[in-house]
């Protein structure tokens, strides 16, 4: 996860990981994974600028990078 985040993100993202042990079992572990804000927005992985939508990441419509690189169009 933090290679992929480091390796294909621009800018780069920080990822940080906490694992914490489930029923004082090795075998079985519950992973928190927290990715900081970034200051420098637009992020653009594979060519494309994400926003996002509720929880997840899209891809940015045309209008949605005009906005964001020039503000508002109205």
């Not at 993202?13 to 519950?30: A, G, M, P, Q, Y």
Request: net charge negative.
């Amino acid at each position: 996860i933090g290679n992929i985040a480091r390796d294909s993100c621009e800018p780069s993202v920080i990822v940080s990981f906490k694992s914490f042990e489930i029923d004082d079992s090795r075998e079985n572990c519950l992973l928190a994974v927290r990715i900081n804000e970034l200051e420098r927005k637009p992020c653009m992985s594979q060519g494309k600028i994400f926003i996002r939508d509720n929880a997840t990441a899209v891809p940015a419509n045309p209008d949605q990078v005009r906005r964001l690189l020039f503000g508002s169009l109205e």
